[in-house]
């Protein structure tokens, strides 16, 4: 006799699959809820403590945790001495095991759920019964996925269930148990850094491709989604978000969450282009176009209030990949639709990005950082040069800050308020640096009201002596060479109001 043993959180399609099965010539055993719902739907149908002979006991937490469920499932069927021993305790061998479990993802995202309700969903006899079947994948079927109900019939009916799909059922079970225990292992742990990291995510979706066209790609999100992410961003219109285009995104997202004020960002290659503040959602446009009117094209920007027809109209001249808003009116959705490849998305807007770990991989393993999330203020100065900044100087030097530490280091940013100017990034000497973005925002205006800000110490002099050339008054740095001095003497020599932030920026 082949025998199922069904037992489901997840009861869509169950029915079917089970009616199916008994065609097939299976005896079907299930639990509690899944079992009434068998029964009820004229199913014959053994109880699973008919099976044990054994009550399940402790309100449920104890049913089938039992030789004879456990043995009908590891039993090697090629082993006589295996069979033998179940023949001996009359155990019937168990061919399918189809169970999905205790939904504990969906009740810790509840609100007001308590650590008692949590600990309840842990599911403990599922696991272990999918785990048994899995190992035994050459003779039992371990389903743990609905989807696959429909392709387990067919390859029953055509006979045609291979080595190959049993081994991969029994992969799917164990990616799909290792996420369950890290869900419930995240939620448990209080210390930051575990021994061993557990880091449950579920796939997003294929790429056509990774960084290039050779490179083959997917993105996966966190098991309990972030509101704030791309990945969950609502894509009202284009074309697939491509590798590149995730990566930008999020760039540009973690960037205009620096900033309360209407802003717009434009970000290429995950390194702000412009950014603009105003007024209005159009002036503050406006701003960050005029701060990088070349990098811009096939860039992402991303605005931190409603886009209207008026700045639409603007974004529509030039070509953009993504356009990311809390919202578009109807009138700019028209205008900017219009474009079939644009993607515009939203997603709620914030400044409170939650404080998590940031993992970047490396070959062989990977590094594990809390996120740059420091606030800083006029107040955590430190002026060290005779000349004192004026408080439009500070307020620059502040926007100046939020900015530059999303700008790849070395990383140098000349910033009015409320505009960029210049923005160098990514060079591997801080004076290359300075000079690239000097001459940048020195293409556009007069810097005699700009500022410069550093993501590191000036290891030499040469960056104050740049900057004062070419009419930057005041920069703020976070201080710390053993070299301060020189730049602290040579901003005194040229009239420079030098700040120390006490903060560095790194971002490789």
């Known amino acids: 006799m082949t025998r199922a043993l069904l037992s ?83 155990i019937t061998p168990i061919d399918i095991v189809v169970v999905n479990l205790y939904p504990f993802k969906s009740t810790i995202q509840k609100d007001g759920v308590t650590e008692a309700e949590a600990i309840e969903n842990i599911d403990i006899g599922g696991p272990s019964m999918l785990r048994s079947a899995a190992k035994n994948f050459a003779a039992v079927l371990p389903i743990v996925d609905p989807a696959d109900y429909d392709v387990v019939i067919d390859k029953l009916k055509s006979g045609s269930v291979d080595k190959t799909f049993r081994r991969n059922l029994a992969a799917k079970v164990f990616q799909h148990t290792a996420s369950y225990d890290a869900l419930i292992a995240d939620y448990l742990t209080e210390t930051e850094f575990p021994v061993n990291l557990t880091l449950p995510f579920e796939k997003f979706d294929d790429m056509r491709y990774g960084e290039n066209p050779h490179q083959s790609a997917a993105a996966y999100r966190t098991a309990l989604p972030e509101a704030y992410s791309v990945l969950n961003a609502e894509i009202l219109h284009g074309k697939q978000l491509s590798y590149n285009n995730i990566r930008d995104a999020d760039a540009a997202l973690r960037i205009i969450a620096e900033f309360d004020e209407t802003t717009v960002v434009t970000v290429k290659h995950m390194n702000p282009a412009g950014i603009g503040q105003g007024e209005t959602v159009e002036v503050a446009w406006d701003k960050a176009f005029a701060a990088d009117d070349i990098s811009i094209f096939g860039g992402i920007v991303a605005l931190n209030r409603e886009v209207n027809a008026a700045t639409a109209e603007k974004m529509h001249k030039i070509f953009l990949e993504i356009i990311i808003a809390p919202s578009f009116t109807p009138e700019a959705f028209e205008i900017l639709s219009a474009k079939k490849n644009l993607r515009l998305l939203t997603l709620p807007f914030t400044t409170a990005i939650p404080q998590a770990l940031e ?44 900015v530059v530490k999303h700008v790849k280091s070395n990383a140098i ?13 990514g060079q591997p000497n801080r004076i290359d640096s300075v000079v690239y973005s000097i001459q940048k925002a020195a293409n556009k205006s007069d810097l005699s009201d700009a500022v410069l800000a550093s993501d590191a110490f000036f290891p030499m002099n040469d960056s104050v002596q740049y900057a004062a050339e070419h009419g930057i008054k005041a920069i703020v740095e976070p201080g710390g060479s053993i070299k301060d001095q020189d730049s602290i003497d040579k901003a005194n020599e040229l009239g420079i109001a030098l700040v120390f932030s006490g903060t560095r920026h790194f971002k490789h």
């Open 8 to 90: 489901v959180s997840d009861k869509n399609g169950l029915v079917p699959f089970a009616k199916s099965l008994v065609e097939l010539g299976y005896e079907l055993v299930s639990t509690g809820g899944t079992h009434k719902v068998l029964a009820e739907a004229g199913l014959e149908v053994l109880a699973i403590d008919e099976v044990t002979e054994f009550p399940e006991m402790l309100d449920g937490r104890v049913k089938t945790l039992h030789p004879r469920v456990h043995a009908g499932l590891l039993a090697r069927r090629d082993l006589p001495e295996h069979m033998a021993k179940l023949a001996e305790y009359d």
């Open 359 to 402: 993992v970047t991989s490396v070959l062989g393993g990977a590094v594990v950082q809390e996120r740059d999330l420091v606030e800083e203020s006029a107040d955590s100065f430190k002026v060290v040069s005779q000349v004192v900044p004026t408080e439009e100087q500070l307020k620059a030097m502040i926007f100046a800050q939020k």
């Open 413 to 425: 940013v000349v910033a009015r308020d409320g505009q960029t100017l210049g923005v160098g990034a």
